[in-house]
C-alpha cells in the first residue's frame, strides 16, 4: 500500500510502498478514502510535541473508510461497514481516570497518528473499540473532518457552558467553521476572532451565520459568555479574558499553544475561568454525531492526493486554508 511515512520531525513526510497491515484481535482493518489534515499533524512534523515512540509514523486521525477486515472477536463492525477513525485509539481501561468517566486523560492511551499508525495510508488496523460507525451515505470527503475538528471542537463546545449564549470562537479554522454552524443552530450568537488583516477569514464567519467577524486585536461589541481558542497562540488567552463578561469561561482546544503572555490579575478576577481541553471520550463522539443527526452541516473542505500531505501541511502552517484541508485516498 501506498503511505505517507514521517521519518523524522522537521523533515516532509515521504511517500513509501509498505506491506498492508493485519488486525490483530478487537482490531479492523479499514480502506481509508478520506483522511483529514489536523493542525495536530502539523505540530508533530514540526517537533512542537514529544516526539512518537517509533519512526517511522503514518499520521492522521480523521481517517473515514470502509472496514475491509476484521481481526479475531470483532463483532461490532461488519465489512464494508463505513467508520471513522479519530485521535483516541484506545485507553487502559483500569487507570484513575478511566474508571472516573474521563478516559480522556487515560494515563496510558494511544492516539491515532501519533503513537499507533494512521490514516495517511491506503489502508490503516484501529481497535474497534474506538472507531465510530458513519451513516453508509456520508461522504469520505466532507466527513473526514468532524472526526478531529469537528469532535474535539464538539468537547470544547461542551466544557464551554451550555449557559454560553454568546460564545467567542479565536481561530476559524477547521474546528471553528463547523461548531459555528452547530452553536448557530442551537440558537447562540458566535463572534468570530481571524488573524489580524485576514479579511476573507472574515467575510467566511459571516457567511456561516456568525453575528459578528473581526481581528483577534479587537474586542467584540459586547462581553462574552465563553471564548474557546483554536489557535495555537498564547498571547490569545488574555485577549479573551478581557473579552468575556464575569464568571465567563475560557477554553483553549489545541494541544499546543505558544508561551501565555504575563497578564494582569484584574483580568481573571471575577471568577473567570481558564482551561484545557485534552482528546476526546468516545461519549462525545456519540453526542456529537447524535446532534448532528438535528442539525445540517456543511463542511468546507480542501482536497489534496496523498502524495500532496505535505503541501496540505504548508497551507495549514501559512494558515492559507479555508476550511479543512482533506487527503482524498484511493
Ligand atoms: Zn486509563
Ligand atoms: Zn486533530
Redesign the pocket.
Known amino acids: 500500500m501506498k503511505a505517507m511515512i514521517l521519518e523524522k520531525p522537521g523533515q516532509r513526510l515521504r511517500l513509501a510502498e509498505l506491506d498492508r497491515p493485519n488486525p490483530g484481535p478487537g482490531e479492523v482493518l479499514v480502506r481509508v478514502e478520506a483522511c483529514g489534515v ?3 499533524d502539523q505540530h508533530i512534523v514540526d517537533g512542537e510535541l514529544p516526539p512518537p515512540p517509533f519512526l517511522p509514523l503514518i499520521l492522521g ?2 481517517a473515514v473508510g470502509r472496514v475491509e477486515a476484521c481481526g479475531e472477536g470483532v463483532e461490532s463492525f461488519e465489512i464494508g461497514q463505513r467508520v471513522g477513525i479519530p ?1 483516541l485509539g484506545g485507553t487502559c481501561g483500569q487507570c484513575w481516570y478511566c474508571r472516573h468517566d474521563a478516559e480522556n486523560l487515560c494515563d496510558a492511551p494511544s492516539f491515532t497518528g501519533y503513537t499507533r499508525h494512521g490514516g495517511y495510508a491506503q489502508f490503516t488496523v484501529a481497535n474497534a473499540d474506538y472507531c465510530f460507525g458513519l451513516p453508509p451515505n456520508i461522504d469520505p470527503l466532507h466527513a473526514a473532518p468532524l472526526l ?1 475538528a469537528g469532535l ?1 471542537g464538539y468537547r470544547a463546545y461542551s466544557l464551554a457552558s451550555d449557559k454560553a449564549h454568546r460564545l467567542g470562537l479565536y481561530g476559524f479554522g477547521a474546528s471553528a467553521h463547523i461548531l459555528a454552524q452547530l452553536a448557530r443552530a442551537e440558537g447562540r450568537e458566535v463572534y468570530a476572532f481571524v488573524r489580524p488583516g485576514d479579511e476573507e477569514g472574515c467575510r467566511f464567519a459571516v457567511e456561516l451565520g456568525c453575528s459578528w467577524a473581526g481581528f483577534s486585536d479587537e474586542r467584540p461589541p459586547r462581553p462574552l459568555d465563553a471564548a474557546i481558542i483554536f489557535a495555537p497562540v498564547g498571547a490569545l488567552v488574555p485577549a479573551a479574558l478581557r473579552a468575556v463578561r464575569k464568571g465567563g469561561v475560557v477554553v483553549c482546544a489545541g494541544i499546543y499553544m505558544s508561551d501565555i503572555p504575563s497578564f494582569a490579575y484584574r483580568d481573571l478576577w471575577h471568577e473567570r475561568i481558564i482551561r484545557s481541553v485534552a482528546n476526546l471520550q468516545r461519549g462525545d463522539g456519540i453526542n456529537f454525531f447524535r446532534a448532528l443527526e438535528r442539525v445540517e452541516i456543511r463542511t468546507h473542505v480542501q482536497p489534496f492526493a496523498l502524495e500532496e500531505a505535505n503541501e496540505a501541511l504548508e497551507a495549514l502552517r501559512q494558515g492559507r486554508l479555508q476550511g479543512a484541508a482533506v487527503l482524498v485516498i484511493a
Open positions: 489536523c493542525r495536530t486521525h480523521e485521535w478531529c474535539i
